[in-house]
């Protein structure tokens, strides 16, 4: 099946600071989201974004699925952006498969 | 309009237990999945419905089970409960089951 990888896997970075998180897939996907998970478990929907750019405030995507990657892109970070990112991805399939996360804490 | 709701938020049961984890989706939506979280870890597919009919199931055991009611509401029931059950259940809403998907606040469920 489809492997998703997402790097780094832990990130800190001082309050203000911009950041890229990345996911790569093995395979073709139908579709890609990125979520925010919170400290009460809860996925947040950021971006749904198998191919191309978006952008929603400080937060903006990109997905190049001929390459089979997409970047997450953090501008101006915040102290309550921090948590758990995940990339998730279906291919052939109707399940989502997560990949293995980035852990990001912003320090004040 | 309301989210993807879940129910209960916490439970604790004992090894051996049946629980049953409950999901409301968002209204128009058709399709509910399931996935299963463990700590330090992503959330892994337990199980798809759409218009009641189940569209695909994950790499869980028969102790797992789940249905989907005319309303599109779901529930997802556990038999025989041990330790490693213990996680965060979480339902997924989607239009067809093939689009974006909307999560709900997960069934934290703790087997002792």
């Known amino acids: 099946g489809i492997q998703v990888e997402q790097s780094p896997p832990d990130l800190i970075l001082q309050e203000g600071a911009n950041s890229t998180l990345r996911c790569n897939f093995s395979?073709?996907?139908?579709?890609l989201q990125w979520f925010h998970q919170n400290p009460w478990g809860q996925l947040i929907n950021l971006f749904y974004i198998p191919s191309g750019t978006k952008q929603n405030g400080r937060l903006s995507a990109t997905t190049v699925a001929t390459e089979r990657y997409s970047l997450l892109y953090i501008s101006s970070s915040q102290t309550t952006d921090s948590g758990v990112y995940f990339c998730?991805?279906?291919?052939?399939?109707?399940?989502?498969?997560f990949g293995t996360g980035t852990r990001l804490k912003v320090l004040a | 309009d309301a989210g993807v709701t879940q129910s209960p938020t916490h439970l604790i049961k004992t090894r051996g237990q049946h629980v049953t984890l409950r999901c409301s989706p968002i209204s128009g939506h058709k399709s509910v999945s399931w996935y299963q979280q463990v700590l330090g870890q992503g959330p892994q597919f337990i199980f798809q419905y759409y218009e009641k009919e189940e569209r695909g199931r994950g790499n869980f055991p028969d102790r797992f089970s789940a249905r989907q009611f005319p309303n599109y509401s779901s529930e997802l029931n556990v038999n025989a409960l041990l330790l490693g059950d213990s996680a965060l259940y979480l339902c997924a809403s989607s239009t067809t089951g093939d689009t974006e998907a909307f999560f709900g606040q997960g069934t934290r469920l703790t087997v002792v």
């Open positions: 395979d073709s996907v139908n579709n």
């Open positions: 998730a991805v279906t291919s052939g399939t109707y399940k989502y498969i």
